[in-house]
């Protein structure tokens, strides 16, 4: 089992910026697609963006043009670069990542890191 660990929530101002990080636990992992989920109260886990092997992105409409999403293949680490939060993008944020091992293809969830947006 691959534990990711999130660090870099916090509570800032609308228009600010923010980064996330999230790394793999082990090194000698051969990691697939990355990626961030959000959850706000009441609401369902969706997708924010994703980065798969090959350094190919996708994004949620809400956030295309504000957030930007890297991988340092070295580090196993998946970052997500927000700027000009809006206090919609207050959420829970959860790193997601798919993994190999042997055949098998695996998948994890950190345990979620705070973003709060408000004046």
């Known amino acids: 089992q691959v534990q990711l660990v999130e660090s870099g929530g916090g509570s800032v101002q609308p228009g600010t910026s923010l980064r996330l990080s999230c790394t793999a636990s082990k090194s000698q992992i051969s990691l697939n697609l990355m990626g961030w989920y959000r959850q706000g109260p009441g609401n369902k886990r969706d997708l924010v963006a994703t980065i798969t092997i090959g350094g190919v992105t996708n994004y949620a409409d809400s956030v295309k043009g504000r957030f930007a999403i890297s991988r340092d293949y070295a580090k196993n680490t998946v970052y997500l670069q927000m700027t000009n939060l809006k206090p919609e993008d207050a959420a829970v944020y959860y790193c997601?990542?798919?993994?190999?091992?042997?055949?098998?293809?695996?998948?994890?969830w950190g345990q979620g890191t705070q973003v709060t947006v408000s004046s």
């Open positions: 997601y990542a798919d993994y190999w091992s042997g055949l098998n293809l695996y998948d994890s």
